[in-house]
C-alpha cells in the first residue's frame, strides 16, 4: 500500500512498482484527475466491494474502475454502475 500524498514527487511511470491502486478520495474532479493519470500508465485500478453490499444480477458494475461500494448497498436490477462511484452505506440504487 502506498499513501502518494506521502511523496508529492512521485511519478507513476517510472518509480512505482506495478501494483494494483484505489483511489480513497471523496472529491470527484480530483478523483477524476488521479484516475486518468494512474489508468494512463498501465496501472489497474480495483474495485472495493463490502461484502454485505447485493448486488443484482442483471445490474452492471464496471470491472477495474475504481468503484467503492459500502457496506449494506443495494444496487438493483439494470443498474449501471461506471467508473470512480462511491455508492456510500445504506444507498439503494
Do not use: W
Amino acid at each position: 500500500c502506498i499513501f502518494l500524498d506521502d511523496f508529492k514527487g512521485v511519478k507513476f511511470e517510472s518509480t512505482l512498482p506495478k501494483y494494483d491502486f484505489f483511489i480513497a478520495i471523496g472529491n470527484n474532479e480530483i478523483r477524476k484527475k488521479i484516475y486518468q493519470k494512474i489508468s494512463e500508465n498501465g496501472f489497474k485500478i480495483v474495485n472495493l466491494i463490502h461484502k454485505s453490499a447485493l448486488i443484482s444480477p442483471s445490474a452492471g458494475v464496471e470491472e477495474n474502475a475504481g468503484i467503492l461500494i459500502m457496506p449494506y448497498v443495494v444496487v438493483n436490477a439494470k443498474a449501471k454502475i461506471e467508473k470512480g462511484v462511491i455508492l456510500n452505506t445504506s444507498s439503494v440504487i
